[in-house]
């Protein structure tokens, strides 16, 4: 979700909480008038601090220049200190896992204590469904893949599990990171636990997934050689890129199944465990013709 739209789903539940709706007809009423309309934004007067501080978050990802962006953030955090909104956008400031982390570790402590309790009994399972979740989610998430790059393997793999249970719809995709990481670890029950839950077949990541989960546990059998195949069908373009003497040093942003862009969204995060692998790269070139 890019940042405007997740500015307009905002304003859509400050203006959801000021009406009070005796059925779902009403409900539906009101939202029909949104249909050729814009939503509207509340001034600055109606607004509590803490929404404050989440508008002046959202200026601050519009800001072009870096240091009034982190002015904005700084001025968010005198409004509300627990704005995990704005921890979220300093820990994406930091190319430096040790200093990203210590903003997203913030954002996640903050959220354990907000959505805690009676919140977490009556929600866990749709934490991303709730809107005002979404930054904790996203918090945690990075927080997970700063532990990762930090080489806390583990701890990587404990927070993207609590992330599945927490929303087993998985909008956000961790498992694909998750199982990256559950065939590094060499953790095969947990693994096969997961892909049993998702059984996803027509994105590239699962597939490579599994074909490189079952190299590593048997070798070079039919079963996996057919699971290869079965990936170099989802995507041709992945091959290219896990054995391209070049590595990619950008991930894109948005990717389509079976398009390059799926292909260098793949190999931007899974290059590296197909390297580990011992020969997991020439098993590729093998099955592929690649020299």
């Not at 990762?148 to 990587?156: F, P």
């Not at 892909?195 to 590239?204: G, H, V």
């Amino acid at each position: 979700m890019d940042r405007k739209h997740d500015k307009l789903m905002t304003d859509l539940g400050r203006l959801l909480d000021t009406q009070d709706f005796k059925s779902v007809e009403e409900i539906n009423q009101f939202m029909s008038k949104f249909m050729n309309e814009p939503i509207p934004s509340f001034p600055p007067e109606a607004l509590t601090d803490a929404e404050k501080a989440q508008d002046l978050v959202f200026s601050a990802h519009e800001e072009n220049n870096p240091m009034k962006a982190v002015q904005l953030i700084m001025e968010a955090l005198e409004l509300d200190p627990d704005c995990i909104e704005a921890y979220e956008f300093m820990g994406g400031q930091s190319d430096f896992p040790p200093f990203a982390t210590a903003f997203y570790e913030k954002g996640v402590s903050i959220g354990r204590i907000k959505f805690g309790g009676n919140f977490m009994k009556e929600n866990k399972g749709r934490f991303w469904l709730m809107h005002e979740t979404r930054p904790f989610m996203r918090c945690l998430f990075q927080y997970s893949e700063c532990q990762y790059l930090m080489g806390k393997l583990n701890e990587c793999i404990a927070i993207q599990e609590e992330m599945i249970k927490l929303n087993p719809n998985d909008n956000q995709g961790v498992r694909d990171f998750l199982m990256l990481r559950l065939i590094e670890a060499n953790q095969r029950e947990k693994f096969l636990k997961y892909d049993k839950k998702y059984n996803d077949t027509f994105l590239a990541s699962p597939q490579y997934n599994r074909a490189l989960f079952w190299f590593m546990t048997d070798g070079e059998t039919d079963f996996a050689n057919n699971l290869l195949k079965d990936a170099l069908k989802a995507n041709k373009f992945v091959r290219a890129k896990l054995l391209s003497k070049r590595r990619s040093t950008a991930v894109p942003d948005t990717y389509s199944p079976g398009q390059k862009s799926e292909a260098e969204y793949y190999a931007f995060f899974a290059r590296s465990v197909w390297e580990d692998i011992e020969g997991a790269l020439d098993w590729l070139k093998k099955h592929t013709g690649k020299k």
